[in-house]
Each structure stands twice: as structure tokens, then as C-alpha cells.
């Protein structure tokens, strides 16, 4: 049993969940937000990356049926250990 597609659905999961989180962290983020408020910047900056993450799953998913499985499953296995060392 080949563990990709697995952790491609693991992936994407967790991914969806991590944005919908980090984008509710800062719409409840207290205001008024002082000039010199270091923890929005990168509370913003861990939603974006999220949110790209995503975006590069969602993009490998629609390119699937074209690419065929093989090519599919090795190009989802790069992007699995590229997005673990991040």
C-alpha cells in the first residue's frame, strides 16, 4: 500500500485546518493594535503560508488526472517532505 495518498489527504486536512484557524486567530485579534506590535506581522505571516501551502495542494489536485499517478505520486511525495521541513 503506497502511504502518499494518505498522507496527501492527511495533508490537506491539516493544512485546511491550520488556515481556517490562523485566518480566525486574526480576525479576533485585539484592537487597537499598537504601532509596536510585534505578533500580529507574523501571525499574519503564518496565515499566508498556510494559505500558499494550500494553494500548491489544491493546485497538484486539479493537475492529477492530467499528469497520470506516477508522476502525480512523485510530485505530491516532493511536496510532502518540502512542506515537513518547514
Same mark, same amino acid.
Given at each position: 500500500?503506497? $502511504?502518499?495518498?494518505? #498522507?496527501? +489527504?492527511?495533508?490537506?486536512?491539516?493544512?485546511?485546518? =491550520?488556515?481556517? %484557524? @490562523?485566518?480566525? &486567530?486574526?480576525?479576533?485579534?485585539?484592537?487597537?493594535?499598537?504601532?509596536?506590535?510585534?505578533?500580529? $506581522?507574523?501571525?499574519? #505571516?503564518? +496565515?499566508?503560508?498556510?494559505?500558499?501551502?494550500?494553494? =500548491?495542494?489544491? %493546485? @497538484?489536485?486539479? &493537475?492529477?488526472?492530467?499528469?497520470?499517478?506516477?508522476?502525480?505520486?512523485?510530485?505530491?511525495?516532493?511536496?510532502?517532505?518540502?512542506?515537513? +521541513?518547514?
Amino acid at each position: 500500500m503506497d $502511504p502518499v495518498p494518505e #498522507a496527501w +489527504r492527511s495533508l490537506r486536512s491539516r493544512l485546511e485546518g =491550520e488556515a481556517r %484557524a @490562523l485566518a480566525e &486567530e486574526v480576525r479576533a485579534y485585539p484592537s487597537p493594535i499598537a504601532r509596536c506590535d510585534d505578533q500580529l $506581522p507574523g501571525l499574519i #505571516a503564518r +496565515r499566508t503560508e498556510a494559505y500558499a501551502a494550500l494553494r =500548491e495542494v489544491e %493546485a @497538484l489536485d486539479r &493537475e492529477r488526472e492530467a499528469l497520470g499517478e506516477a508522476e502525480w505520486q512523485a510530485r505530491a511525495a516532493a511536496l510532502l517532505a518540502r512542506l515537513a +521541513r518547514t
